[in-house]
């Protein structure tokens, strides 16, 4: 099992420009995370999937940020334009099942908007 | 307004004592508590947790104690190696499927 696969490991793009960050779940898993690392906030929880539907998409913090999960294996995070503050590492995850059983995280996307 | 809170941003410990990380939460709804490790330039890795139905979970050298009335819970890690040296989230879920991290603590084991 190779695990929660993210791409691109780093991005550097300039202000206003568009960013696509890719995700591939584990087989099998049913529901997919995207989380957001910076040191004033820590992990926030941007949206997350369900059987390829979004359940809870209230910490997607304005319309520049979008999420799709077109089937069971991919999805991805796009923000346009970008901007600055846009700066974090941007983090996958995939669980099977309900309840709290933890989640696997990918390796991360450390993007940086200049 | 977080809803999970770990207070100490680091933590410096000596090799072989006890290591002990403190998380608080405010919501009385969470019903699953975890511990999540990070090294650098690495996602989080799961730890271990406890239910809320239990007040103690331990594994190997991990320990998780919950005191629901106190809406507190902490990790303690003994006894603590270098390899130990990381950043740990405290995290707390309720039956929805999502998970609510706090800010983390990173901790120094010192040799």
């Known amino acids: 099992d190779a695990g929660v696969i993210q791409s691109p490991r780093h991005e550097v793009t300039e202000m206003g420009q568009e960013v696509t960050l890719r995700c591939k779940p584990i087989s099998g898993h049913n529901s997919l995370f995207w989380y957001r690392q910076t040191m004033m906030r820590g992990l926030e929880l941007l949206i997350y999937?369900?059987?390829?539907?979004?359940?809870?998409d209230s910490g997607m913090p304005e319309d520049r940020f979008s999420a799709k999960m077109p089937n069971a294996s991919f999805s991805t995070l796009k923000i346009q334009p970008s901007e600055p503050r846009d700066s974090a590492v941007y983090f996958c995850?995939?669980?099977?099942?309900?309840?709290?059983?933890?989640?696997?995280f990918g390796s991360g996307t450390r993007l940086t908007v200049v | 307004d977080q809803q999970v809170k770990q207070n100490s941003p680091s933590l410096s410990v000596q090799e072989g004592r006890i290591s002990i990380l403190n998380c608080d939460y405010t919501?009385?709804?969470?019903?699953?508590f975890l511990w999540y490790k990070k090294y650098p330039a690495e996602g989080p890795t799961f730890l271990i947790s406890i239910s809320s139905i239990k007040d103690k979970n331990e594994d190997g050298r991990f320990t998780v104690f919950l005191n629901k009335s106190a809406k507190h819970l902490s990790l303690h890690i003994v006894p603590s190696q270098p390899g130990d040296s990381a950043v740990y989230f405290c995290?707390?879920?309720?039956?929805?499927?999502?998970?609510?991290f706090g800010k983390g603590t990173r901790l120094h084991i010192l040799p």
């Open positions: 995290a707390a879920s309720d039956r929805d499927d999502k998970i609510i």
């Open positions: 999937f369900n059987n390829n539907v979004p359940i809870d």
């Open positions: 995850a995939s669980k099977s099942g309900t309840g709290g059983d933890g989640y696997t």
């Open positions: 919501n009385s709804m969470f019903d699953y």
